[in-house]
């Protein structure tokens, strides 16, 4: 893993700035929806994150739980809407 | 006669016994077997000592196991105590000790939760719904226990019994116990049915937890009904457009929310693309509704009612406003003043007293004080003539519940709300004592002086503090966070926290508040712009008011 790898830099997005380094390490198969370890400010955060970090477009209606379940969801759904734009 | 609230379960479960009660995810339950697992579960506790008049903890996520608690408790005689399952452990703890509680439902508890317990002392000996856990002071049932058993009949109670008990937020840092009766449960479930004209055919979508006064519509007033009502996870209000998928395909008819999720709804949850057309009731409450998001609820759902519904956990509900659909002769364009909080409900007295408790006159600012069959028995810990909860009315003999709230009555007779008398903030739609988040802060050793304040956001408040520090003490907040995310529940800890140097003062010395929300009121929120990082800390968790 380098420190481009997308899941590396959303897991420590994650960890350090959504959850503010409070809880137990996550890991990328964890629910951060049912978990409580996100609210809906953290959502929208997240995204910003994600249109800002990996110059993808992430419109409302992809906003939803399929996509957003776990880290490995969203590591997957960035990569096919990466690969959407090239 | 109906007078206790698990009597409209059995009454509804007689009439409509396979009617769906209540669906979440991929379970539901049908009002037969809500009826008939509520009667074993209420078998299991009195199996393990539950008896009339005590209090049972309910501490679970959305799911078909919360009605079956709720009635289950009901009809053991005892009274449901909701907790939050996402706030940390000492809360439960607290709650527990407070509500003098022996019996907890639940679905499991972490090791750090099980040692919480232990070292706080608190009363509980049986934990209700916990698989293969083995810990020396508690006694653990499975969930299974239930089909082992057989259903019992209800226990006989006088409805002015407590039904349930809602611990919320209180300025000392203890949590305050909301009882209410049977009597005061079903009478909000009666005013509530008939208002918002509530039938069998109805499907509700409740979006509170449990532990949150906005779930009494989807869990009495629904069963009263017959109505089917749909809990729907807080993971949904994240995602909008998950949720407003799940309203087109549960065809939702009644929404009940908080402001802030209605406007996710409107602004990130895709309406254009969703039909919606069930949704003949969307209610809100807990906190205003911006006349601009009114409007254009109104554009996105031409033919639905909209209810401002009003009324502190105290009093369940105690006002509504209603603004009907344009074909119904309601207004194409939404007035832009504040929407009011209405006229008071059936059964409901009001007065408009001034800080001497005499009557304001006319149209003056004065504090709203409320007498109805809604209203609940009293504060857990304090006696029901507690005489800073109620006021004694000498020329009715009636009681009145202070809501601290501050009212007006406007030109056209309707009631508007204008703020609060004390420190209470809502922060989407949950009550916070400021004070209990400043005295949270304020028992941190490097901690001099907090300062806790509310600016506003997006449709809701926002939690900020301020804090200076010992002279010694590294200028890092996450220990501090840390010690108030265990302390308090998740949306009493400050999304930011401020090091300061001073805080600017009063004449009188004293932490100058206003001056402090002004000064913050235009902090960056990093989610109001979608795709722009905003933060100028670099949405550091903990951003400095200045660079060091």
């Given at each position: 893993m380098t420190d481009t790898d997308p899941m590396k830099k959303l897991m420590s997005f994650i960890q350090h700035e959504l959850m503010g380094n409070q809880t137990d390490p996550i890991s990328k198969d964890d629910d951060l929806l049912g978990g409580g370890h996100i609210d809906s400010m953290g959502i929208m955060r997240l995204v910003a994150f994600l249109e800002t970090e990996f110059g993808v477009s992430v419109p409302p209606?992809?906003?939803t739980i399929e996509n957003f379940e776990t880290p490995q969801t969203i590591a997957d759904y960035v990569q096919a809407a990466c690969r959407g734009r090239s | 006669m109906v007078d206790l609230l698990h009597d409209n379960l059995t009454r509804s479960a007689l009439k409509?016994?396979?009617?769906?009660?209540f669906h979440c995810g991929n379970n539901s339950v049908t009002y037969a077997e809500l009826d008939d697992r509520s009667a074993r579960l209420a078998t299991v506790l009195r199996d393990r000592g539950v008896r009339p008049g005590d209090r049972v903890a309910v501490r679970l996520p959305?799911?078909?196991?919360s009605p079956i608690s709720v009635y289950g408790v009901m009809k053991a005689g005892a009274a449901m105590v909701p907790v939050d399952p996402s706030a940390p452990p000492s809360r439960l703890c607290s709650i527990l000790r407070s509500g003098r509680i022996r019996h907890l439902i639940t679905t499991k508890l972490a090791d750090s939760a099980l040692d919480e317990l232990d070292r706080c002392a608190t009363p509980l000996q049986h934990v209700i719904g916990v698989e293969g856990t083995d810990w020396p002071t508690l006694a653990f049932t499975p969930w299974s226990a239930l089909d082992a058993v057989d259903p019992i009949d209800p226990i006989p109670l006088d409805r002015t019994q407590p039904a349930y008990v809602i611990f919320t937020s209180g300025s000392t840092g203890t949590p305050k116990g909301i009882v209410h009766s049977h009597y005061s449960g079903n009478s909000y479930a009666r005013l509530s049915v008939k208002t918002y004209g509530v039938t069998g055919d109805d499907r509700v979508a409740n979006l509170s937890p449990l532990h949150f006064d906005m779930s009494t519509f989807g869990y009495y007033s629904a069963v009263m009904a017959g109505a089917t009502t749909v809990l729907i996870p807080p993971s949904y209000s994240m995602l909008p457009a998950s949720l407003s998928s799940l309203i087109e395909s549960q065809r939702i008819t009644i929404w009940y929310s908080v402001p802030f999720a209605l406007v996710q709804l409107l602004q990130r949850g895709v309406p254009e693309q969703r039909d919606l057309s069930s949704l003949r009731w969307i209610l809100y409450g807990g906190e205003p509704l911006a006349p601009r998001h009114a409007q254009q609820l109104r554009r996105v759902l031409p033919d639905a009612w909209i209810s401002n519904v009003y009324g502190p956990a105290e009093v369940n509900q105690c006002t509504y406003f209603h603004i009907a659909p344009t074909s119904q002769g309601g207004p194409k364009e939404l007035s832009e003043r504040p929407i009011p909080i209405g006229t008071l409900w059936e059964q409901t007295e009001g007065l408009i007293l001034d800080p001497l408790d005499q009557v304001v006159q006319e149209k003056g600012v004065g504090e709203l004080l409320v007498h109805s069959s809604t209203m609940m028995t009293r504060y857990w810990h304090l006696g029901c003539d507690d005489p800073v909860t109620f006021y004694f009315d000498l020329n009715s003999g009636k009681r009145f519940y202070r809501t601290g709230d501050l009212v007006r009555r406007g030109d056209d007779g309707e009631l508007e709300f204008l703020g609060r008398i004390d420190r209470q903030v809502k922060v989407r739609g949950y009550r916070i004592e400021l004070d209990e988040v400043e005295h949270a802060i304020a028992q941190?050793?490097?901690?001099?002086e907090a300062a806790a304040f509310c600016v506003s956001a997006n449709e809701t408040g926002r939690l900020l503090a301020a804090v200076t520090l010992q002279d010694s003490s590294p200028s890092e907040t996450s220990d501090l966070k840390k010690q108030l995310a265990e302390q308090l529940p998740p949306y009493a800890v400050p999304e930011h926290l401020f090091v300061r140097d001073t805080f600017p003062r009063t004449t009188s010395g004293k932490i100058d508040r206003l001056k402090l929300t002004l000064e913050y009121n235009a902090f960056p929120d990093s989610t109001t712009d979608r795709g722009v990082t905003s933060d100028p800390a670099g949405g550091s968790a903990v951003p400095r008011q200045r660079p060091r």
């Open positions: 209606a992809d906003v | 409509t016994p396979d009617q769906v009660a959305a799911g078909v196991e941190h050793p490097a901690v001099v």
